[in-house]
């Protein structure tokens, strides 16, 4: 409670630093909002938005909507676009208060029309067990992934993925929130260093860090954000800094991306690809017959989009008829050419055994794919030949502490918060 002034002056002057230091670092942060906080402070979110801060629906309160049915949880967020258009607050996007959903929550933001969802968490193993951390404060860190229910970025791929008409973006963990408050972590260089090495992690393997870091604790992490920013854009191939509205806008627009492949004999393949100016084309293991540009991890970055590959073997990945059709979406949204034969010979990689496919194999057989030496030819993840992604989010829970008596008493009064007491008992 600390963190909030009795007037929203203070919190005022902490959004206004976030939003000056990302402006600095021409960095435009996501922020979700829940409704009844927009409700009680339009003007200082309507200066902000004219600031070009991006803003999500944080829910129309903030309740658990895990625990709430499809009727109540759309009653709830017709409730919160209703606040937001009246308020005149653009918002593509929908993130979870607690990062709790079910089942529901996902039918309904579809319903609703909602471009992306940022609710997913992923874990990256960053945080060592030599750190000198506390067995509570370790125990009360898994206790936080357990509740998040956190996919494990070490078999999960940390990427936006289509589900129905919206995209759905993984958010990062450990965020702000863990390090500081369950962790213990105070010190400005320890918490660089654990999301330094998560922009490191997601470099490496070309995925998204989707930075959580809550207003009320910029403060605190000023120099920390600074640095990352700093940092990120002296890298190349480059890291693409972007809004999830950006990233939403772009995994769709990728989605359309097409390859033609014609076999012009004598180990010639022409490619056509059916794509936008910013999509990025990458040639691994193989003779192209048009510029290339050394990229990253052995791949050759082509700009043309009509071009001859050399191989013996058609440069794509042949998958058995049995192959469960999400094994076959992840190829696909890896954007590689996926055909369906009983011929290994007829492709130069041939994938069996995916019958049976879980999401926590994802990550082994990108790998997989990745280390293998035939000739391949695909769309990269990111625009314009970036490597990875990174994007600034946060939640704006509370902007006063009148805001954070009366969040905890309006979901204590919903029969849905009485309900969900009594099963957690
Ligand atoms: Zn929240």
Known sequence: MSRFGLSPRKFRRL???????????????????????LKRHPKLIKKLCQY??????????????????????????????????????PFTGFRAPFLRTNDNTFRVINDLGFKYDSSITVHWDVIDDNDGFTREARREYQRVLDYYNTHQARSYLVLPR????????????PDDEIIMERLGVTDEDKMSSIWNDIVKKSYQSGEIFTIQLHPERISHYEKTLIGIIRDLKQYNPPIWLATLREVTEWWKERNNFQFRIEDEGHGKYR?????????????????????????????????????VIESTKKPVIGVKPDSSPRAIQLLRNEGYIVESGEQPDNYSVYLEGLAEFDKTEEKALSQKIE???APLVRYWRWPNQARSAVSVTGDIDA???NDFILRILETLFTPIEKERKTSLK
């Open 162 to 173: 289509i589900i129905d008409n919206f995209v759905e973006i993984p958010v990062s963990m």
């Open 399 to 401: 902007i006063t502490i």
């Open 15 to 37: 959004l206004t630093q976030y939003c000056s230091l990302t402006r600095e670092l021409e960095c435009v942060p996501t922020f979700f909002l829940t409704a009844v906080t």
């Open 52 to 89: 070009g801060v991006e803003f999500a629906i944080h829910g129309y309160i903030h309740t658990d909507y895990g625990m709430l049915s499809y009727q109540e949880q759309k009653k709830h967020f017709n409730k919160a676009i209703e606040t937001f258009n009246k308020c005149e607050i």
């Open 371 to 373: 280390q293998t030496d």
């Open 271 to 307: 490619v056509k690809a059916d794509c936008s100016e910013r999509a990025t084309i990458l040639v691994k293991n193989a003779g192209v017959n048009v510029p290339v540009k050394e990229w990253f991890d052995g791949y050759q970055s082509v700009e043309s989009r009509d071009f």
